[in-house]
Structure formats: structure tokens, C-alpha cells
């Protein structure tokens, strides 16, 4: 059960604590992002400059997805996601991808043309090239990773919810 073994604790006070828990995420994830545009502003546009903030946003968002599926959470928030919003999770995911692909083409288009091109026609055909290339690479590659990470987390959540059925009707099945 969880890290420590946990005592019986008051619902409200549970309930507040998860909601600081969510706050101080929430605000480590803005500072996160804040340290990341600073450091893209102060000392260029470099991946080894921001690598720690990087790591701290994919390895958060890489827990939460593993330790929700592995609850059993995440296909019921996908569940109540579809039963509340207009667009299915699905369908984000989807947007997310191309979005992805396209933010990726975009930087690699712009720090083409402004690292590698002597003139401002060249610049514009740096740009198109690469952007156009990484487009065609980067897009279908999120699509697929998202999706292929989406399906795992949730055919994953879908069965730990199916065993701790089986296991609350067994266990009932035994008391009665």
C-alpha cells in the first residue's frame, strides 16, 4: 500500500492534502517551464542547457501515466474524460501528436534557417526544407507514440479494474 504503510486517516484531511499535492505539482511544472524559457532566452536555443527541466517534465508525465495505469485510474479518467468533454481522449491524443510533430518542425525549421543559412532566401529555403522533412518524420512518429502509449496505459488500466473485480466478487462470493 502506497510508500509507507498508512494509518487511518480523515477523509477531508486526505482530500486537502492530495489538493496541496496538486498545487505544489502545478507549480513546480510552472517554474519548470518559466527555467526553460529563461534559459532559452539568457543563453540560446540549446538542448543541453534546459536537459534537467526536460527530464523533470518527461519523467513526471512518464510516472503519472505508468503509476495511473498500473492503478487502474487511467481508463476510468478516460472514461469520465469522454463522458464530459465534446472531444474523445482519443482525439486529443490525436491533436496532441500532430501538435508535437508540428512544434518539433517548426523549431527545427527556425534553427535551421537561423543557424545555417547566409542570406534571408536561404534562410526561407532552410526553412521550408527542413521544416517540410521533419514534418513528414516527426509527425506520424508522435502519432505513434502517443497512441501506442495511450492503448498500453489503457488495456493495462482495464485489467488491473477487471482482476480487483474478480477479486471484490470472490471475496464476497466467500462472505455470504
Known sequence: MGFWNKKMVDERVYNAQNKIYREIYILTMIIVIVSIVVKFYRFGVSMESVAT???ILIGASLYYGFRSSQLGVFSDEVELHDANSKFSYSTKQLILGVGFGLVIALFMGINSAYQYADSSSQAIEYFFVVFIV????YVPLYLLLLFAAFKSA???????NSKMLEEDDDEAGRNQ
Open 134 to 137: 521533419s514534418l513528414i518524420i
Open 53 to 55: 527541466e526536460m527530464i
Open 154 to 160: 489503457l488495456n493495462k488500466s482495464q485489467k488491473v
